[in-house]
């Protein structure tokens, strides 16, 4: 007979409790949104003081930091890429993790050149991976 699967979560490691997911109330929200907009990294003494102004750990306050910045690097992230795309500039593509293990490598597109000192830099079209570059007549 084949083993039923089971329902039940499987920690990281066996044999170590972890803290179930920390529901944060909209004032803790609020307040810590207003810390992150004025400035992105904690000092020790703000996150002290936060700790207990919020009933929260020291280390809960860390870890909600470290997680905003990275849904904020993201977002950045994003933005910056719809506007260049919107404005028609490249943007070359992350290597995704499964192309790394690929046997046969991808070849590169070839360095691009610098332009002569009189050449004007024009967007890139959306099906080339180089800008086109037009010599003024002056």
Known sequence: TKPQPTTAKRS???????????AYSAK?????????????????????ELSGD????????????????????KQLTSRLKAAAQRQGLYLPQPTQPSSLYLSTPTPLPPPLQHPAPNALLLPIHPDRRHPIVQTSSH
Do not use: M
């Not at 990281?12 to 920390?22: A, C, L, Y």
């Open 28 to 48: 803790q929200l609020e307040r810590l949104e207003a810390e992150f907009k004025a400035d992105k990294y904690l000092s020790v003494s703000k996150r002290t």
């Open 54 to 73: 919020l009933g929260l750990t020291e280390v809960q306050i860390k870890t909600w930091f470290q997680n905003r910045r990275t849904k904020w690097k």
């Open 12 to 22: 990281r490691r066996h044999g170590v409790d972890r803290k179930p997911r920390q």
